[in-house]
Structures are given as C-alpha cells and as structure tokens.
C-alpha cells in the first residue's frame, strides 16, 4: 500500500494518506513511465507524468515541492512494474480530471459538449491555475452565449471573463430573458449580487451602458479599498498619544489597546478576554503565557514568567486597525459601568460595528445590534437588508425586506450598495421576488379583494352610513364610493404592496381623495369612517402578503 497525496476538497492543501493504488487507468494516461496518479472523486485514474503537470500548474508544482513521506519510492525503469508512484486524491470527478489532462497533453482537444462539462472544467482549471485549460474553456464557452446567455454570464463573471459577460448580457437584452419577470439559474449562486444587478440594468436600459464592467469582483474591490488606505496612511501622519476616558484609563490596567488614532485604552486583560475572545487572542503576551505553561518542570513556571516579565510587558499592547470612536463603543457596550448613545441614523457607523464585533467576537455587541437593527431601518432599507443578508441575519433582513415593500420595484431594482459586491445574488434576487411576488397576490386576489372587502363587518358599517347612495344608486346596498375607493387602494397596492401605506401620508391622502370624487351628494364621511376604511383594505392586503413565503424565494 504507497502512500497517497490528497487534496482537500476546502482548502485545496494537500496531505499524507494511505490508500491502495488502482489496478486500471484510461487510456492514454496508462504510460508505465508515469511516475504520479490522479486519482478521483469517482475512483478514475490517470497515470501522469509529474514534469508535465509542473510545467502546466503552479498548483502542482507547489505540491509536488512539498516534503514526502520517506517511504514514498519513486520507480525506476527496472522497477516501474512493481512499485506504485503516489497518488494524488483529488475532489474532482474523472470527467472533469481528464478534460484538464486533454488540455495540458498533446493527443486531443478536451471532450466539452455541454455547459455543465465546460462549467466545471474551468472551475477546476482556476482552482490548479492550469492556464492552458482556460484558454480552451474559454473558446469552449463562447459557444453557449446564444443558447444559454444567462448561465453563461454567470459563469464569465466568476471567471472574471469581461468580454464573454458582455457578449451574454447583449443576448440576454435580445432574447428578452426578463420580459415576464426575474429568471435565476444556479450558476448565480456563485456570483456577487453586484454582477446581477448590473445585467438588469443593462437589461432596463436596452443594452445601451457603455464604460460598464461587469466583472467587478468583492476580492478585487477587498484590495483596491485596503491599497487606497494602505497609501492614505502613509500619507496622514498619526496624531499624538492621548488616553482614552475613564473607565478604559484604569491604574491597575495590565494590557493597551492602541487604535488607529492613536489612543491608548487601558484595560485589565482578564476584561478582555471575557467580553472580547477574539481581542484577546490578538496580544502576543497570550502567546507567552502559554509556553509558560507548558514548562513541565516543577516550580520553573514562576522563575521563567519573572525572568520574562520585562518582555511580556512590552507585549501587553495591542495595535487595531479601528479608531476610537469604535473601539470606544464596543467597550462601552459591553461595560456594565456606560452606555454608548449610539447614533439612530448613522448606519455607516453601525456597519464598522458590526464589522468589528464580528472580527473580534464580541457576542454581547452583535446580540445588542441585532435588537437596535430596526432603528436604522427606515433611513436605508437596501443598504440594512444588504447588509443584513451579509451577516447572515435572516430576520433582520427579512423585516428590511418588509419595509421595503413601501418603495416601487423600479426603485429598488437601481438601488446600489458596495455590500452588494460581497453576497451572492441569491439574497438579492429573494428581496426583488418578494417585492414582486406581494404585488402578484394582490393583483392575483383582484375583484375579491372587494368581495372580500364587502363581507367586512367594518364596510358593512361604513356602507349604511349614507342610506341614500346605498339604497339608491347601487342594487347591493353599497355606499357608491366603496368599490372605487377599494380599486384606487389595490391600484396603489400594486406599485408601492405595504399595506402601512395605505394608512398615512400621501397614499392615505390620494384614497381619500377618490372617496370624495365618488361619493353621491348625500354622503358625509368622517375622518373616522376614512381612517377605519383604509385600516381594514390594510388588514386585507397584509393577509395576502404573509402568505408569500419570504424564505423559499
């Protein structure tokens, strides 16, 4: 039994196994002279030669640098027979593995007829940097873009291939892919919501973007922003020391954290490792303590921590990368002694909380954002649901979601947020669905929102309260304005499905106002009668509404 190099299907580092070699391999990777074995997913072997995979594939070239186990023989031409090479375990199926090998030996053009095989082939390509492989996949590609344009600007744009994403959006404007309403294919679940977003603007706006990059990805985003601050602090000089406030200015402080703007935060360690577990590991001192720890001889542990407590001191500081309005907060809220007053309408702010506290795991912190979620809900509803869905907070995201129901489709299919270039278009597509799916159960529901609405205890009052319309002008005892004043709220209901709007500012004004075109001369509703008309075409619609199921979208 040899040895085995296996690939991790996460990381994609390799490790020492044992298993036993194949007895059979495909032709033409069945060579005696091969001197390695990729075996995988599926159990199909190949017996390949390491030269050509270095030359191919820094990946490979990485690995096969790497030490091996000293019973790892590589055969000889005597001895090719009977000693195995080693076998590399890889997380691919045998189809994909040998559409890479095509492309890297000279006998044939890889074996990719169909979008899922190309799909596939360039993913493993990108994942061992076979340059080779991409090309070909690439030219490969270029013939689904008319066929399936959608799956394949999904898949330029996690490639990064800007001219085949450009190619596929064109024909998804000229095919009308979105003319009866959203389509999603798998191939998205891959892909930023910022690429999505961009193809339906592209897509609204009848192809006619120029300047437009598709492929903006967040891991290029990620190094742009921290190159820009990289350049803007060396060029900013640091401000004097100063010391934070009390209580994070305690004499019997034994640890410093130092924030961006130089100020020093004096704090008890213990502290910090109790609210701040992820802070807390960041000091080198913890480092320290720990190998005092392991010293197994009896009664040295105290004589190395002495020896060594001018070092560990010089250790007890911490440099963050936050500045101290944030550092300040998160201490803050944490302390049982202060409470930060956290602004209501700065969600900037509260992003770099969040951030922070997650980066530090500070549980008390998020737990607390969490609850104050709502505040900010109002002031920006897109950038909170984006946000939300970043973190992976299903129901703050689905209240933002809920909030967001007071603004058209239009307005929040162009609304754009950076954060939309670090979530999958997943999320994004959920929010655009529910928004269009509450519209469809309203229009779906139609004329018996009014039969609905006519069986209503409170429009049966509302109705009888002019007995002259009602008994004269329609043949079912309804006050006249009834029916146009309901088909005005579904009409708004239809644009804007938040059945809140329908009870104040500018919606409740405009059924009002329907209501009085409509009624007969006799009629005189009060404010109340208005107000309890609106409130039950409310209760209606929101019926409606939480029969759309937010989560399966």
Same mark, same amino acid.
């Given at each position: 039994m040899a040895d085995a190099l296996e690939s991790d299907s996460c990381s994609g580092t390799v490790a020492i196994a044992s298993r036993s070699a194949p007895q059979k391999f495909q032709a033409p990777y069945d060579r005696v002279d091969g001197d390695v074995i990729l075996r995988s997913c599926d159990d199909v072997s190949y017996r390949v030669h390491r030269i050509i995979l270095t030359m191919a594939s820094p990946v490979f070239a990485d690995m096969f640098s790497l030490p091996q186990s000293s019973d790892i023989v590589t055969p000889s031409e005597t001895d090719q027979h009977t000693v195995s090479p080693p076998i590399v375990d890889?997380?691919?199926?045998?189809?994909?593995?040998r559409a890479i090998l095509d492309a890297c030996y000279p006998f044939k053009?890889?074996?990719?007829?169909?979008? /899922?095989? @190309?799909?596939?082939? #360039?993913?493993?390509?990108?994942?061992?940097? *076979?340059a080779k492989a991409i090309q070909f996949g690439e030219r490969r590609l270029q013939a689904f873009v008319e066929k399936e344009p959608l799956r394949v600007f999904a898949i330029a744009c996690k490639m990064d291939f800007e001219d085949m994403a450009k190619a596929a959006a064109h024909q998804v404007h000229a095919r009308s892919i979105f003319k009866a309403g959203l389509v999603y294919v798998k191939e998205l679940d891959e892909v930023s919501a910022g690429c999505y977003h961009r193809l339906l603007q592209h897509y609204r706006r009848r192809g006619n973007w120029k300047g437009l990059k598709f492929c903006m990805t967040s891991k290029l985003s990620g190094k742009a922003v921290k190159k820009r601050a990289k350049g803007q602090a060396k060029q900013t000089p640091l401000p004097p020391a100063s010391d934070a406030p009390p209580p994070f200015h305690s004499p019997h402080a034994d640890s410093v954290?130092?924030?961006? /703007?130089? @100020?020093?935060?004096? #704090?008890?360690?213990?502290?910090?490792?109790? *609210?701040?577990?992820?802070?807390?590991?960041?000091?080198?001192?913890?480092?320290?303590?720990?190998?005092?720890?392991?010293?197994?001889?009896?009664?040295?542990?105290?004589?190395?921590?002495?020896?060594n407590r001018e070092r560990a001191e010089q250790h007890s500081s911490l440099a963050v990368e936050e500045d101290s309005t944030v550092v300040g907060a998160l201490l803050q809220l944490c302390s049982p002694l202060d409470v930060p007053d956290l602004p209501g309408e700065d969600i900037d702010f509260l992003t770099r909380l969040v951030d922070a506290a997650r980066k530090y795991r500070i549980e008390r912190v998020i737990w607390l954002l969490k609850i104050l979620w709502p505040r900010y809900l109002p002031h920006?509803?897109?950038?909170?649901?984006?946000?939300?869905?970043?973190?992976?907070?299903?129901?703050?995201?689905?209240?933002?979601?809920?909030?967001?129901?007071?603004?058209t489709f239009e307005a929040i299919e162009t609304s754009y947020s950076p954060a939309l270039e670090i979530i999958s278009t997943q999320p994004y597509f959920r929010l655009l669905a529910y928004h269009a799916n509450c519209s469809a159960a309203i229009s779906d529901a139609g004329t018996a929102m009014t039969t609905w609405l006519s069986d209503d205890?409170?429009?049966?009052?509302?109705?009888?309260?002019?007995?002259?319309?009602?008994?004269?002008?329609?043949?079912?005892?309804?006050?006249?304005?009834?029916?146009?004043?309901?088909?005005?709220?579904?009409?708004?209901?239809?644009?804007?499905?938040?059945p809140r709007m329908l009870t104040e500012g500018i919606r409740l004004a405009e059924i009002i106002s329907s209501i009085q075109e409509k009624k007969c001369s006799f009629c005189s509703p009060s404010p109340l009668i208005y107000i309890s008309f609106c409130d039950s075409v409310a209760s209606k619609a929101q019926q409606l509404i939480d029969d759309v199921d937010f989560a399966s979208l």
């Open positions: 890889l997380t691919e199926d045998g189809k994909t593995i053009d890889p074996d990719l007829n169909d979008l /899922d095989a @190309v799909r596939t082939a #360039l993913e493993a390509a990108a994942k061992y940097e *076979v954290i130092i924030t961006s /703007d130089n @100020v020093h935060f004096h #704090l008890q360690r213990q502290f910090i490792s109790t *609210v701040a577990p992820g802070l807390a590991d960041r000091f080198p001192v913890a480092t320290a303590l720990k190998a005092v720890q392991c010293v197994d001889v009896a009664g040295d542990s105290d004589a190395y921590l002495s020896r920006e509803p897109f950038r909170a649901y984006v946000l939300a869905s970043c973190y992976g907070w299903t129901m703050q995201a689905k209240d933002a979601a809920r909030v967001l129901l007071g603004e205890e409170v429009i049966k009052n509302i109705s009888s309260s002019c007995r002259s319309c009602s008994t004269y002008y329609t043949n079912d005892k309804t006050a006249r304005w009834i029916v146009p004043a309901i088909s005005k709220a579904v009409e708004l209901l239809l644009q804007r499905p938040s």
